[in-house]
C-alpha cells in the first residue's frame, strides 16, 4: 500500500481525517497550512535577488520562576543554528528556544532535554507552551477554550527545575527554512528530518559542552516517530548515547493507525478509545457507566483482542447468529446503535463514529481529543466536519507564541511563525509498507541498555489512541531485561493530555521521576 501524508498539530499530528476508517492513498504535493498567509516558496520568489534575507541574530534574556516553592532564575535563548553540508555550506537553519538554568558550574549533573512536536509539520510550540516551558497557555483547568484575546501564565509545572530544556522547529516549521526554498524537499522525510536534527543536536550540544550532560528527548506525536528514528541516528552516525526518551501520543507502527482494505487491526485498536469517548458523554449503559473509566477500558480492551478481533478474522465466514451477539456487543462499548454498527460491517471507522455518537445532539466528538464537542452544520453528515478539539487550542497557542516571543523574549522576526507547516510530499521511506520505527528504538535499547523510554497516553486521544501504543510496547521484541526501561502512563485527555490541569500535574509527577532514575539521581 502507498503511504499518504498526514498533518498534526503537536504535536498534533495528522490530519482531521480519519485515519482508522479511510483507504491510505498517494502521498499529496500538498498539505492544507495551518494559516492562511503566503507560503514561503512564494515569498521567495517574490523578493528581489539584492533584498537577500537577514537572519535576526541569536537573543538571550533573563528570567525567574518559582517551581515547586523555589525561586529558579533561569536563561532563554532564541536563536538560529545553521546546518552545512560537508563543504561547509549553509543549507538551512534550524529556530530554537533554549532554557537554561542559571548559577551552575558542573553541567555533568544537570539534564538537557530536546523537544519536537510533530506533524510532520508541526513546530515545537505545543509541548513548549502546554507542558515543559516555563510559560503555558491559559485555558480553562479541564483544557477548554477561552475567548480571545489569549494569554500566558507562570507554568507551575514547567520541568525547568529538573531539565535544560531545547526546543528545536525541524526545517519548514516555526522560523527554520531551507537556504533554498527549492532545497526544502531534502529535509522532509523520515530519514531526511532525522538527520537534520541530529545534527542540530550535535552542534548545541557541541557549542554549549553538553557532552558530559544527561540527554533526554520528548517527542509528541509524529515527534515520537522522529524520536525513536534519532536514537538510531544520534547512536549510529555520532555515537550519542542517550539516557532517555519520553513519547507523548505515540506512533511508532503506522499500521495500527491506517486502516484500508486488509488491515483490520486499527479496528481493534481503536475500540476502547470509542468506549473512553462514550463512558465519558455517558453514552454507555448504566451498569458500564457506573464503573471507573479504568474498569470499563479493561473490559473494553478484553472484548477488543478476543471476540471482536476473532469476528473480524473470520470476515464473512462469520456465523450470523455469532455476527448478531458480536454487534449487539459492540454497540454496548461503544454507545452506538447496533444496527448502525451493523451496516458498517463492524467498522465503524473514526469519521463515521465522530459524527454517530451524539447524532441526536447534532455534535460531533474531537479527534485530537474526543471530550471536547462541536456543532455540524449538516444533520445528516456521514463523516465528521472539523476537529472541535483542534478550534479549541490551536488559536490561543498561535496568538500566544507570536506575541511571546517579541515580547518577552525579544526575538524580532517578521516572517510568518509556521505553526503547522504545508511540508508538501513527505519521504515515508515505505513503498508497499507501513512505516515502523519501533525497531530502530528497539535496536537502540539492546546497544545502549541503559536507555530507558518513558510513553504518555491519553484514553480519549483518537489520533494515536492509547490501545495502539500498547500494543506497540508490548510487540518490541527486545529481551525481558530491557523491557524494563519502560514506563508506560496513562492519562485521562486525548492527545494533549496536558491541558488538563489534573493530568498535567501527574505528568509533571511521572516525567520528574522517570527523569531522575533515567539520569541516575
Not at 532564575?73 to 528556544?97: Q, S
Not at 528527548?217 to 539516557?243: C, D, F, P, V, W
Not at 530491557?482 to 514506563?487: G, P, V
Request: some cysteine; overall charge neutral.
Amino acid at each position: 500500500m502507498k503511504l499518504r501524508t498526514f498533518l498534526s498539530c503537536c504535536a498534533l499530528v495528522f490530519s482531521t481525517h480519519a485515519l482508522a476508517d479511510v483507504k491510505p492513498e498517494a502521498p499529496r504535493e500538498e498539505n492544507k497550512a495551518a494559516n492562511t498567509s503566503k507560503s514561503e516558496n512564494d515569498q521567495s520568489k517574490e523578493k528581489p535577488e539584492s533584498e537577500e534575507r537577514k537572519t535576526p541574530k541569536d537573543v538571550s534574556t533573563k528570567h525567574a520562576i518559582t517551581l515547586a516553592g523555589q525561586r529558579l532564575e533561569y536563561t532563554a535563548v532564541a536563536g538560529m543554528l545553521p546546518i552545512r553540508d560537508a563543504e561547509g555550506k549553509t543549507k538551512a537553519e534550524i529556530f530554537y528556544i533554549a532554557y537554561t538554568k542559571d548559577g551552575l558550574n558542573d553541567l555533568s549533573q544537570r539534564p538537557v532535554t530536546f523537544s519536537f512536536n510533530g506533524g510532520p509539520g508541526s513546530s515545537s510550540v505545543w509541548m513548549h507552551l502546554g507542558l515543559l516551558g516555563p510559560r503555558r497557555v491559559k485555558l480553562q483547568d479541564d483544557g477548554s477554550a477561552v475567548p480571545p484575546p489569549y494569554q500566558l501564565v507562570d507554568n507551575e509545572y514547567s520541568l525547568l527545575d529538573e531539565t535544560d530544556l531545547v526546543f528545536v522547529d525541524p526545517v519548514g516549521t516555526g522560523y527554520s527554512r531551507a537556504t533554498k526554498a527549492d532545497e526544502a524537499k531534502n529535509f522532509y522525510g523520515v530519514a531526511e528530518d532525522a538527520r537534520s536534527v541530529a545534527e542540530f543536536i550535535r552542534l548545541y550540544v557541541t557549542q554549549n559542552t553538553r557532552w558530559s550532560s544527561p540527554k533526554f528527548l520528548i517527542g509528541e506525536s509524529y515527534g515520537t516517530t522522529r524520536a525513536a528514528a534519532l536514537s538510531g541516528e544520534l547512536a549510529q552516525k555520532h555515537r550519542m548515547n542517550l539516557n532517555g526518551i519520553m513519547l507523548v501520543s505515540t506512533v511508532l507502527n503506522f499500521q495500527t493507525i491506517w486502516g484500508g482494505e486488509g488491515n483490520d487491526l486499527p479496528h481493534v485498536l481503536y475500540l476502547p478509545s470509542y468506549t473512553a469517548t462514550a463512558w465519558h458523554h455517558r453514552k454507555l449503559a448504566p451498569d458500564l457507566q457506573k464503573l471507573t473509566i479504568q474498569e470499563v477500558l479493561k473490559q473494553a480492551e478484553a472484548f477488543a483482542m478476543g471476540e471482536y478481533l476473532q469476528g473480524l478474522m473470520l470476515g464473512a465466514a462469520l456465523p450470523e447468529p455469532q455476527r448478531k451477539a458480536l454487534v449487539d456487543k459492540m454497540a454496548r462499548f461503544t454507545g452506538v446503535s447496533a444496527e448502525w454498527l451493523d451496516r458498517a460491517n463492524l467498522r465503524p471507522g473514526l469519521e463515521r463514529f465522530s459524527v454517530e455518537l451524539l447524532r441526536e445532539q447534532r455534535l460531533q466528538v474531537g479527534r485530537f481529543d474526543s471530550r471536547y464537542t462541536g456543532h455540524v452544520r449538516n444533520g445528516l453528515a456521514s463523516s465528521a466536519e472539523g476537529d472541535p478539539s483542534a478550534d479549541a487550542f490551536f488559536s490561543p497557542f498561535a496568538s500566544t507564541f507570536n506575541q511571546y516571543v517579541r515580547s518577552e523574549l525579544k526575538y524580532v522576526e517578521d516572517r510568518p511563525y509556521e505553526i503547522l507547516a504545508s511540508v508538501g510530499k513527505w519521504n515515508w521511506g515505505a513503498e508497499n509498507d507501513f512505516v515502523n520505527v519501533a525497531d530502530t528504538l528497539a535496536v537502540a535499547m539492546t546497544r545502549n541498555p541503559f536507555l530507558k523510554v518513558h510513553v504518555s497516553c491519553g484514553y480519549t486521544d483518537m489520533a494515536t489512541p492509547y490501545f495502539a501504543s500498547h500494543y506497540t510496547f508490548n510487540h518490541l521484541n527486545v529481551a525481558p531485561e530491557i523491557a524494563k526501561n519502560i514506563t508506560i502512563d496513562d492519562y485521562y485527555a486525548g492527545h494533549m493530555m496536558y491541558l488538563n490541569l489534573p493530568d498535567l500535574a501527574k505528568q509533571r509527577a511521572d516525567l520528574v521521576k522517570f527523569i531522575r532514575t533515567a539520569s541516575g539521581r
